[in-house]
Nanobody, 117 residues
């Protein structure tokens, strides 16, 4: 059984920063992609950033230059450093792991990020 536990969300003023963390436990192939998605009220969930086990990254256009995704393979942990936050970044942020060998997706429970103007 795979479990993802997110932390680091909260309330921040516009222009501020937050760092999200997600620890994955359980049986996950070392060939995987870890990422963060977000869902704002009344909107569809969107991919924010993803990083492969080899370190290749992908970002949504709306966060390029402001967010940085990284991972620690030894700890099965993925991070999302979010800088220059604005109110449009307010959403529930979800951690995701895609196991490339098993073609399975795992999701965390989500952590709320609120940016005040």
């Amino acid at each position: 059984q795979v479990q993802l536990v997110e932390s680091g969300g909260g309330l921040v003023q516009a222009g501020g920063s937050l760092r999200l963390s997600c620890v994955a436990s359980g049986s996950i192939s070392r060939f995987n992609v870890m990422g963060w998605s977000r869902q704002a009220p009344g909107k569809q969930r969107e991919l924010v950033a993803a990083i492969s086990s080899g370190g290749n990254t992908n970002y949504a256009d709306s966060v390029k230059g402001r967010f940085t995704i990284s991972r620690d393979n030894a700890k099965n942990t993925v991070y999302l450093q979010m800088n220059s936050l604005n109110p449009e970044d307010t959403a529930v942020y979800y951690c995701n792991v895609h196991d490339l060998l098993l073609s399975l997706d795992y999701w965390g429970q989500g952590t709320q990020v609120t940016v005040s103007s």
